[in-house]
Each structure stands twice: as C-alpha cells, then as structure tokens.
C-alpha cells in the first residue's frame, strides 16, 4: 500500500515544504515519484518509518547536514542495507550519530566513519557481583604441624583486603595475612604456639600427679 503527501504529513508530522525538501536533497525519496503534472509521489510504508525516524534526529538537535552525510556514509559503505533509517537503529547524543551493529559490543560513528565500543552495564554489574560471591566464599586448606594434619580455613577480606584464617579443630588459633600463603605461614605459627602451649599444660598436670 502506498500513501499520498495529504496521508503521510498528519502521520509523520513533517510539513509539505520538508517533504519536498528531502526528496530533492535525498534524505527520504517517495517510492514512486510523480512523473509530471497531474501526478502525486507515493509513499510506502517503509517510507512513513524512515520520515518518522528523520523527524526524531531533527527533533533531537540533529542537522539535516549531519543526517544527510550519516545516510551518505552508509550507502555507501554498506550499499546492501537499501533504506538505512529503516533498517538500522540510530542513536545520538544531539551531536554525533551512531548506529547499533551486528555485534552488540560495537556501536558505529556515521558522521566519522568509526567505530567505538558499548558496555553493557547490566551485564557488567551482574558480572562483577558474580565475581564478588567467588571471592567471598571460604577456602580450606590441609596443613600439617608437628606430624598432626589440620584444615584450615581461609576467608576473605573484602573491605581491608587480605585474609583471616582459622583452624576447625582448633578454634583458638586464628591469624590473618596478606595473602593466601601469607595466612597459611602465619596459622601455622598459631597452631605451633596452641600445641606447644597444651602440650606444656599436659606436662604440668602430670608433674601434680
């Protein structure tokens, strides 16, 4: 179905004079054009969508200049794609104009011919609690002092950094350190110091005897 200018200004809210104006400076060209006098352009569907798209970027501070030269760009280079602000989607800042592409993480300058990359923030958020839940979880570790086998746990600290180490069957002997191994040496010397003392308070009891 195609619709004629007395349709197509209520629908897309451009005037008569800006229609005429980009047919000739090609920015939207009817489907059909008049052939002469007594004749009407026609527009398709997909036309009312590429008028309504160019009637947001020039709502949004976009220069018919900036538009022209982005759409330039773009039949240019990627000649496949027949009517651009159809097909692509379109942002911008008032200033430059960019079109998504095929891949999520690019995102394409047209006015400059460049392209810059996109983050995706909800992803990026989610990846990083995710990261945070690995790093908060508890470690054990096997050590052995003096021929006895312990496990210890090492827990991170997420606001001072490093980490706070305890041992299961040994609840008295508790250390910290910089790092993994840091924490391991130094719960090591606590449970060399927790043995040597029960093993003085044995001697002790058994000299009262």
């Known amino acids: 179905m195609e619709f004629g200018r007395k349709v197509v200004m209520p629908l897309t809210g451009i005037t008569r004079m800006q229609l005429e104006h980009w047919a ?26 590429q008028l309504r798209v160019a009637k947001k970027l020039r709502d949004e501070g976009v220069s018919l200049q900036k538009i022209r030269k982005s759409l330039a760009y773009l039949r240019k280079n990627f000649p496949e794609i027949e ?12 200033v430059d104009l960019f079109v998504l592409t ?11 011919g460049q392209y810059v990359f ?4 909800g992803h ?8 945070l839940r690995k790093l908060s979880v508890p470690k ?19 606001e001072e950094g490093g980490y706070a180490v305890t041992c299961k069957e040994i609840p008295a002997a508790i250390s910290q350190g910089e790092t ?24 002790r009891k058994a000299r009262a005897v």
């Open 24 to 49: 000739k400076s090609g920015i939207v060209r009817p489907s059909r054009a008049g052939g002469g006098k007594g004749t009407r352009n026609e527009y398709s569907f997909r036309d009312l969508v």
């Open 83 to 94: 009517a651009p602000l159809a097909e692509l989607t379109f942002l911008t800042n008032g």
């Open 102 to 112: 095929a891949d999520t993480k690019l995102i394409l300058n047209t006015l400059r």
């Open 118 to 121: 996109s983050l995706a923030l």
């Open 124 to 131: 990026l958020i989610e990846g990083l609690r995710g990261e």
């Open 140 to 158: 054990e570790e096997k050590v052995k002092v003096r021929g006895r086998s312990f496990i210890v746990v090492l827990t991170p600290d997420l």
């Open 180 to 203: 993994e191994q840091e924490a391991i040496d130094n719960i090591i010397d606590a449970l060399e110091l927790s043995l040597s003392t029960e093993e003085e308070l044995k001697k």
